[in-house]
Nanobody
């Protein structure tokens, strides 16, 4: 069974930075695409960023392009989300997720493409 544990959330002023981490248990991490999703107050969960199994491909929501960077360290079973120039509209619970199908080069933006989910970490950006 895969478990994903996020950390790094918190309260930050607009324009600030945070780095989220997600540590995965189990043997599937190095073969699986990973992604970050978020759910803001009163909103549906949305795709933020994804990275394929070997780190060669990444994908970002338009709202975070140029500000967020996703990366992974397969030796540490960890995926990161570096967030810069944060805005109040980035306030949300951020979830990491592991893809259902291993060794894909493409990155799905649909939550249905992900089988395992973390419990989420709160990010609050004050204006």
């Amino acid at each position: 069974q895969v478990q994903l544990v996020e950390s790094g959330g918190g309260l930050v002023q607009a324009g600030g930075s945070l780095r989220l981490s997600c540590v995965a248990s189990g043997r599937t991490f190095s073969s699986a695409g990973m992604a970050w999703f978020r759910q803001g107050p009163g909103k549906e969960r949305e795709f933020v960023a994804g990275i394929n199994w070997n780190g060669f491909n990444t994908n970002y929501a338009d709202s975070v392009k140029g500000r967020f960077t996703i990366s992974r360290d397969n030796a540490k079973n960890t995926v990161y989300l570096q967030m810069k120039t944060l805005k109040p509209e980035d306030t949300a619970v951020y979830y990491c997720a592991e893809a259902r199908v291993p060794f894909l080069m493409v990155i799905t933006t649909s939550e249905y493409g992900y089988e395992y989910w973390g419990q989420g970490t709160q990010v609050t950006v004050s204006s």
